[in-house]
T-cell receptor, first 112, second 113 residues
């Protein structure tokens, strides 16, 4: 499968715990994006990388959120001290430069 | 500001009929439009795109129409099938930047067998 993959697909955690999600982009894509989607809404942009450089962060990305793409390939998104309001689907997408973005299946986070 | 929105939140069509999903956008600087399909529990799937220098683009069973005068685009699905049941998002790039996709709220399409 040469699409975008995400792991885990589902995560249930207790409030206050830290969680980390992984995204593996399409191999030849130099850009990687993170979005968040709540029920009934469209995805909202969080941040993106071009190669290993994080070029933009949304105001939605609070200080508890951090994303990395250390080798310009896979990326991780960590949420520290999770809150119930963090419950959402976290989507990763990749693209070649500013071309069409292709999305992964998402990680559904539930914070109890 | 920028926004991309949809006229109708839900649409039900009979299998075999054609479906039309509409979308309005507010920023005339929007330059690139994309339709995504999202099935339950899955990520958005690219369907078709169109740039602002075009009025119409066709794919396999899908057609996107762009009317820049009234800032409106539509997705037409021919011979709708049960597998077309999903939420459809129109999205745009270019009004603010080409570095992020701005999604509208989505239209839920239900196909009646």
């Amino acid at each position: 499968d040469t699409g975008v993959s995400q792991d885990p697909r589902h995560k249930i955690t207790k409030r206050g715990q830290n969680v980390t999600f992984r995204c593996d982009p399409i191999s030849e894509h130099n850009r990687l994006y993170w979005y968040r989607q709540t029920l009934g809404q469209g995805p909202e942009f969080l941040t993106y990388f071009q190669n290993e450089a994080q070029l933009e962060k949304s105001r939605l990305l609070s200080d508890r959120f951090s994303a990395e793409r250390p080798k310009g390939s896979f990326s991780t998104l960590e949420i520290q001290r999770t809150e119930q309001g963090d419950s959402a689907m976290y989507l990763c997408a990749s693209s070649h430069s500013q071309d069409t973005q292709y999305f992964g299946p998402g990680t559904r986070l539930t914070v109890l | 500001g920028e926004s991309v929105g949809l006229h109708l939140p839900t649409l039900s069509v009979q299998e075999g009929d054609n479906s039309i999903i509409n979308c309005a956008y507010s920023n005339s600087a929007s330059d690139y439009f994309i339709w995504y399909k999202q099935e339950s529990g899955k990520g958005p799937q690219f369907i078709i795109d169109i740039r602002s220098n075009m009025d119409k683009r066709q794919g396999q069973r899908v057609t996107v129409l762009l009317n820049k005068t009234v800032k409106h685009l539509s997705l037409q699905i021919a011979a709708t099938q049960p597998g077309d049941s999903a939420v459809y998002f129109c999205a745009e790039m270019g009004a603010a930047s080409y570095d992020k996709v701005i999604f509208g709220p989505g239209t839920s399409l239900s196909v009646i067998p």
